[in-house]
């Protein structure tokens, strides 16, 4: 069986140290001060987390579930193109508002220093959005006989860096600038010529 308080333990940490990076933007978080908040030794963090790196893989690992298991019911419960890339985009800038702290990890604010794994990683993940949308573009002249304007692979980039874009403008800006600002503008300028009929005619 699960150690229930062990279970609550790490989780405690992660959350103590998200919190970490949400009150201290533009600050390198140290074991000892981490072992204060928590109220444990930092003894007591290595037993739970052999190293600082690990803990910041377990917070990447709570985002990379967040985020793919909403995007698996947004594909289940969207049956469009447009309405599934927009709920996605909605999702994320969503989740970083919600999460600030945590959200530095996806710039790489917090993880100079770090191990090269845990860069690779964030990398992965924005790679893995950005398949996601490539797929959904392609079902779309399947599925709805749409195209988009531009290649398949550029329209999904653009979608990937305005996300990336919106993070870091939050990051950047010690979380004043919330990544959904202006979003309804911005949607229906992106929305507005991102895909088209292939018998379209201008």
Request: with cysteine; aromatic share 8%.
């Amino acid at each position: 069986m699960v150690n229930p308080t062990k279970t609550s333990r790490r989780q405690q940490i992660l959350e103590s140290l998200a919190c970490m990076l949400q009150d201290s933007p533009g600050e390198r978080i140290t074991t000892a001060a981490l072992a204060k908040k928590v109220g444990v030794s930092e003894a007591a963090l290595y037993r739970h987390f052999p190293s600082k790196s690990k803990m910041f893989e377990g917070l990447i690992e709570f985002i990379e579930e967040s985020i793919f298991s909403r995007i698996t019911l947004i594909l289940n419960e969207e049956t469009t193109a447009l309405k599934r890339c927009e709920k996605i985009l909605i999702l994320l800038l969503t989740f970083t508002e919600r999460n600030p702290g945590i959200t530095r990890l996806l710039t790489g604010d917090v993880l100079t220093g770090e191990t090269g794994r845990l860069r690779v990683r964030v990398v992965q993940f924005f790679e893995r959005v950005e398949t996601q949308f490539r797929q959904i573009l392609r079902e779309a002249e399947l599925r709805e006989g749409l195209r988009p304007v531009s290649t398949v692979g550029a329209t999904a980039n653009l979608l990937v860096s305005y996300i990336d874009g919106r993070i870091t403008q939050f990051v950047r800006t010690e979380f004043r600038q919330p990544p959904t600002g202006y979003w309804a503008e911005h949607w229906l300028l992106m929305s507005d010529g991102l895909l088209h009929s292939p018998d379209h005619t201008s």
